[in-house]
């Protein structure tokens, strides 16, 4: 170390390597560096890639002195020999610590311009005692060198290694675990069936394996386990209130859900093939934001996610969304319940569908508007969901249907209004006109209204707090032919209460305690009023 010391009073270009260095050329010698944060070597000025031009002025570099102690060393490196540059904010830092391969990194840049200079002709920049010392150093860092080298060959055959047995080069893996313990906590009697209050531990596991062809389009395969029944068959009795993340128990075994191909059309259009599972959230908007997380996130229920007049359609089928303008958006979309099935009233047009032509309007950043019709066939609130009154849908049982073996057109508005980042008020109001075609002809309408309230990073970045106050889908009258038959119009009035407090513990966990109130359960007063609770934690990755 006593001659390197001799070097570096002698040779102002020596001086100004250590500064360079000093400046951590290499992210990897110091792994809490950002990408950002890094100074730009170069070897040669005409450079193209770098994030700032060539310093070729020592009076560029904002934090360096006349009077610093290094300055001569400094600008002879700089303005003679042309082979560094500061970092992205003209800065160039040189009071940082040094290591000896940071030393060794940015020795061996330098050397690779003076070699340039030679090969182009300019030797005469380059003094003989300049070549002497630079040869002598690059000598006494032979091993850090050596070093430097051998780590980046390391780097180069992991990266290989891994190229070559990555699971694919097109697609990436996304999941979400939903471990959820629930109860109803009060309620004796609903329907003349005694109400169940054991509590129940749930999950629900999803899967997506996201492929992008084109980096515009995405083919997604879901595949999910579940393993609870909508306490609407086994402990309410009501479709009333039933959790987003229940149904479609198998188990816990594997099947494939939503499968889907999306696409753009064009500058302005996205189109959405399902083959599987679909639903209309798919390809349209709607219109309950921090609410509508799918039952993983947000609201609890199938009623607080979102208008239940978007559950009218499920299975295989096309969406299609046109962006008009930033401010106006149409989506229609089809989807056939069993389109798979080639037999007598099944199909892509000779079985149970629905379809959706919906017109998303925003004036503003702050509010949105949906104007909803979706025409259906053969579907009721179950199709994709859950909610309303067993009057008004079949969840348990064929009884007093009103949409099985029936056309319905169905009408909604839905409005979300943000006034401030913490606080967004929205609600809807659907209407269902249902005809039923065979065995005793009518029609019958259906009603269901909801006002919700979203309070954003309530406590902390990343949590919401929800409340959902609304009327599930009632029967609100019938034609006299059905009233003849003994199907009837619900009798009362239930409300649904629902709210709950979504806390982020981290990124990618959250726990969501939360209540759903029902009164007059099934529009009946003769029914308990219940109370269902649960804890829900997300795990996303």
Not at 351 to 359: E, R, S, V
Not at 469 to 484: D, Q, R, Y
Request: hydrophobic share 35%; aromatic share 8%; with cysteine.
């Amino acid at each position: 170390m006593q001659k390197f010391c001799k070097y570096l009073l002698v040779s102002p270009a020596v001086c100004g390597v250590m500064l360079f260095v000093n400046t951590a050329v290499f992210a990897g010698e110091t792994s809490s560096t950002s990408e950002i944060n890094q100074p730009q070597v170069s070897a040669s000025p005409s450079t193209k890639d770098q994030t700032m031009a060539q310093v070729n002025s020592v009076s560029q570099l904002s934090d360096v002195q006349t009077t610093d102690w290094a300055f001569q060393a400094l600008q002879s490196l700089v303005e003679r020999y042309g082979c560094i540059a500061g970092y992205p904010n003209s800065t160039y830092r040189g009071n940082r610590a040094l290591t000896r391969y940071e030393f060794a990194a940015g020795l061996n840049a330098c050397l690779d311009r003076v070699n340039e200079l030679i090969a182009t002709g300019t030797a005469d920049l380059v003094t003989k005692e300049d070549l002497a010392k630079l040869q002598k150093l690059q000598e006494n860092f032979s091993a850090e060198l050596a070093t430097l080298r051998g780590r980046v060959d390391a780097v180069e055959t992991r990266t290989a290694e891994l190229e070559a047995h990555q699971f694919s080069t097109t697609t990436k893996l996304n999941g979400e675990v939903v471990i959820a313990i629930a109860s109803v906590v009060s309620g004796n009697t609903v329907n003349g069936q005694k109400v169940n209050q054991n509590a129940v531990l749930a999950d629900r596991v999803r899967l997506n394996l996201d492929t992008s062809f084109t980096g515009q389009d995405l083919l997604r395969t879901r595949l999910q386990a579940t393993n609870l029944d909508p306490f609407s068959q086994t402990a309410t009795f009501t479709p009333e209130g039933d959790f987003r993340f229940a149904g479609g128990n198998n188990s816990n075994g594997v099947v494939i859900d939503a499968l889907l191909y999306q696409f753009p059309l064009g500058k302005k259009t996205n189109v959405t093939l399902e083959a599987n599972a679909g639903a209309i959230d798919d390809f349209t908007n709607t219109v309950n934001p921090y609410l509508d997380g799918d039952g993983g996130t947000g609201a609890l229920s199938h009623f607080g996610t979102r208008n239940p007049i978007y559950y009218l359609a499920n299975g295989a089928g096309i969406g299609i969304k046109h962006e008009f303008s930033d401010k106006l958006e149409l989506s229609l979309g089809y989807l056939a319940n069993d389109a798979a099935n080639p037999q007598l009233g099944s199909g892509l047009f000779n079985g149970a569908y629905g379809a959706i032509a919906q017109l998303t309007v925003k004036p503003s950043n702050q509010i949105t508007l949906g104007l909803t019709y979706l025409n259906a066939y053969n579907n009721d609130f179950s199709a994709n969901g859950s909610g309303g009154s067993n009057n008004a849908n079949n969840i348990l049982r064929n009884a007093n249907n009103i949409l099985q073996n029936a056309s319905s057109n169905s009408y909604g508005i839905e409005a979300s209004f943000q006034p401030s980042s913490k606080f967004v008020i929205g609600g809807w109001a659907g209407f269902t006109k249902a005809r039923i075609l065979t065995v005793t002809p009518g029609d019958a309408d259906i009603w269901n209204y909801a006002v919700t309230l979203a309070f954003p990073d309530l406590g902390k970045k990343g949590n919401v707090a929800g409340i959902v106050v609304g009327m599930e889908p009632k029967v609100t009258s019938v034609s006299s032919s059905l009233s003849n038959a003994g199907i009837n119009k619900d009798p009362d009035t239930s409300y649904h209460i629902e709210g709950f407090y979504q806390y982020k513990l981290s990124d990618n966990i959250s726990i969501t305690p939360g209540v759903i109130w029902l009164t007059a359960p099934d529009h009946n007063n003769q029914n308990d009023d219940i109370v269902i609770g649960t804890v829900r934690t997300t795990f996303t990755f």
